[in-house]
T-cell receptor
Framework: TQLLEQSPQFLSIQEGENLTVYCNSS?????LQWYRQEPGEGPVLLVT?????EVKKLKRLTFQFGDARKDSSLHITAAQPGDTGLYLC????????????FGKGTLLTVNP | GAVVSQHPSWVICKSGTSVKIECRSL??????MFWYRQFPKQSLMLMAT?????????EQGVEKDKFLINHASLTLSTLTVTSAHPEDSSFYIC??????????????FGSGTRLTVV
């Protein structure tokens, strides 16, 4: 059973379109993080959300943490080819000694 | 910002040999390091948690005698794949944290090691 359900797994869109990636769980997380990974590289942190209901913006990226701290979303506005990559959500369960659990990832391709 | 250096970035070895992968925190002391394995186009699977000066904690299904982890100093952890076989071919990634309080700021990941066993 996947603790963090991430959807969609694959997404191919045209430049300029908007998209949303979802990360859902039945468990409560002390915080949740979003990473972006390029082929052959390690993940790079985009954002950490800590408070239920929190919304954070990073240029064209908007991250939201659910009120109950069980889910999160990543919305990209006007996607660009440079946004192409694997997007991963990850969280640590309360009491897990800060051990990260990753979602399966969303492979995003933005076509010019 | 925090930097984690992982070496080598890629390695090819013969079946039956052992391979050591190093993970170094360059500008901070890493009390905890995590080792992950990633298959193509898939997510990261945690293999083990490594705490400086103590034995690593392995996830269920990970053979501790095959994947030897040493965290002898606050800046270095190593993963040794012993008696490697082709099915061990994968992308191995480490991450590091200086303390529990840094968790909310995200862990820093190494750039990964592509292991190919022939």
């Amino acid at each position: 059973t996947q603790l963090l359900e991430q959807s969609p797994q694959f997404l191919s869109i045209q430049e300029g379109e908007n998209l949303t990636v979802y990360c859902n769980s039945s468990s409560v997380f002390s915080s949740l993080q979003w990473y972006r990974q390029e082929p052959g590289e390690g993940p790079v942190l985009l954002v950490t959300v800590v408070t239920g209901g929190e919304v954070k913006k990073l240029k064209r990226l908007t991250f939201q943490f659910g009120d109950a701290r069980k889910d999160s979303s990543l919305h990209i506005t006007a996607a660009q080819p440079g946004d192409t990559g694997l997007y991963l959500c990850a969280g640590a369960l309360e009491g897990s000694n800060y051990k990260l659990t990753f979602g399966k990832g969303t492979l995003l391709t933005v076509n010019p | 910002g925090a930097v984690v250096s992982q070496h080598p970035s890629w390695v090819i070895c013969k079946s039956g040999t052992s391979v050591k992968i190093e993970c170094r925190s360059l500008d901070f002391q890493a009390t905890t390091m995590f080792w992950y394995r990633q298959f193509p186009k898939q997510s990261l699977m945690l293999m083990a948690t490594s705490n400086e000066g103590s034995k690593a904690t392995y996830e269920q299904g990970v053979e501790k005698d095959k994947f030897l982890i040493n965290h002898a100093s606050l800046t270095l952890s190593t993963l040794t794949v012993t008696s490697a076989h082709p099915e061990d071919s994968s992308f191995y990634i480490c991450s590091a944290s200086s303390s529990s309080s840094s968790f909310n700021y995200g862990y820093t990941f190494g750039s990964g090691t592509r292991l190919t066993v022939v």
